[in-house]
């Protein structure tokens, strides 16, 4: 309702934020404007127009979601992707040719960087991986933070594709990592399934900007992080300029 107290320029503004067309708020603008309409009315036509709103961006965050979901279960069951990067090439973007032995079937090419060579991690940190995929940097995190005099290490991986979990789990289990606990948990970033102020490091490799709400998923991250915790992302941005209509696509989203 509070949303009825705006401007119309203003109450345009936002619920366009919040994915409703133009053709939708004709009559909450027109009844804004006019002065024969009660503060209920109003409240009524504000309560509606903000429902439809949130009905419409959750529509699109839910197809959004379970097309991205499809594309890298596909990945996982080793039907290919349309964004792995060549394992010869995965040296380029920070991975050495020791690691990417040691981490083995878990690295499937789909990340953009090696954030864990750049988070600092130390013995018996505790570290999550955001979008944690079949493992790949929640192994190389759990090498570094091993812990030492008994303290040990923590390395947990949160992915919403359960055939990544179940490829990133294979994989634990033929491992040897001694002094560090490794666990991978199913659900999504912009709800994690993780204790609040939890672990000393965030890390995340070319997943939030899968998300439709990516500062719900930064919000969660920080909201893990215990206080002078650190955040350490390898990701792809924009830089303002604007996309072709063929990576404006869910398709194009999903990749």
């Known amino acids: 309702p509070s949303i009825v107290t705006q401007s119309p320029r203003v109450l345009l503004s936002r619920v366009r ?3 409703v067309q133009d053709s939708s708020l004709v009559v909450v603008i027109a009844r804004h404007q006019s002065a024969t309409t ?26 959004q979601r379970e097309i991205v979901r499809r594309a890298y ?4 069951m080793n039907a290919g992707s349309c964004c792995a990067t060549p394992a010869l090439a995965r040296v380029k973007i920070g991975y050495t040719p020791e690691e990417q032995r040691f981490v083995g079937s878990s690295d499937l090419g789909v990340g953009c960087g090696a ?11 505790s570290v999550l991986d955001l979008g944690c995929g079949a493992g790949v940097d929640v192994f190389l995190a759990a090498r570094k933070v091993r812990g030492t005099n008994g303290r040990r290490g923590r390395a947990l991986g949160v992915d919403m594709t359960s055939a990544m979990l179940d490829r990133a789990r294979a994989r634990a289990r033929e491992m040897t990592l001694d002094g560090v606990d490794v666990e991978f948990r199913l659900g999504e970033l912009e709800s994690l399934p993780v204790e609040s102020s939890s672990v000393d490091v965030v890390v995340s490799n070319c997943v939030i900007n899968l998300c439709s709400d990516k500062r719900a998923a930064l919000r ?31 398709e194009a989203l999903a990749c």
């Open 220 to 250: 969660e991250a920080f909201r893990a992080l215990r206080p002078g915790g650190r955040l350490c992302v390898a990701d792809v941005v924009s830089r303002g300029k604007e996309l072709p209509p063929a990576l404006k696509t869910n």
């Open 38 to 63: 009660t503060a209920d009315d109003m409240s009524v036509v504000g309560a509606h127009a903000a429902a439809a709103a949130a009905d419409a961006a959750d529509d699109d965050d839910a197809t």
């Open 115 to 125: 954030p864990t060579s750049f988070a600092n991690l130390k013995p018996g940190e």
């Open 73 to 76: 279960a596909s990945t996982a």
């Open 17 to 19: 934020s919040q994915g």
